[in-house]
């Protein structure tokens, strides 16, 4: 008989976490409204949670053409945002967070949309496993989109204030661009460094969000899903 590694048993694993944080997030959602809904395995988990109280609530708008399929393949209404007009709640994911809730994100491509949809929205709840907290933002590598006429210029500029870009291979956004992962970089003052980068011409949308950062952290723990608020 092949014993049994009673520490494994215990251990829950990152997938569920989402899972938690997901399903924790139909707590926000209000009755007759329409939701703002993000991109990536934690927001998919959503979408799927969403999709049992999908006749409390009058639609969505998603973040990338993958969301919308995947809400549209549960029945559930995807609106464009220029006629849902201004929203209640936005969920999503992120690849990182530190404890002011600025994020990193657009490991999964769609930061334009998501920034747009979280700033069209009033409430912004992160969903993340608790393996997405850290002390400062960089380690993940920083997503810029781009367009693609302006791929040298940009990554140029980015090795000026110490990054390392790479092409992201093989991929283009929804809006028809590029995305250079940039590495080495310890992200200190996160608000200045979203503004100076999103200023370099040929930048459409850096991966910080720290501007419009989330309002709440579910963060999904061995314990429980811990809910952060920042004062
Ligand atoms: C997509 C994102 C995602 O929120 C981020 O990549 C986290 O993904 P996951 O939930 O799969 O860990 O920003 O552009």
Known sequence: MIPQNRSSEKKVNQDELKKQVAEAALEYVESGSIIGVGTGSTANHFIDSLAKIKGRIDGTVASSVVSAERLKSHGIPVMDLNQAGQLSLYVDGADETNEFL????????????????????????????????????????????????????????????????????????????????????????????ESQLNDIAGVVTVGIFANRPADVLLLGTAAGVDTRKVA
């Open 102 to 193: 600025q994020l990193i994100k657009g490991g999964g491509g769609a930061l334009t949309r998501e920034k747009i949809v979280a700033a069209a929205s009033d409430t912004f709840v992160c969903i993340c496993d608790e393996s997405k907290l850290v002390k400062v933002l960089g380690t993940f590598p920083l997503p810029v989109e781009v367009v693609p006429m302006a791929q040298s210029y940009v990554a140029r500029e980015l090795v000026r204030i110490g990054g390392r870009p790479e092409l992201r291979q093989g991929f283009t956004t929804d809006n028809g661009n590029i995305i250079l992962d940039v590495k080495g970089l310890e992200i200190m003052q996160a608000r200045q460094l």
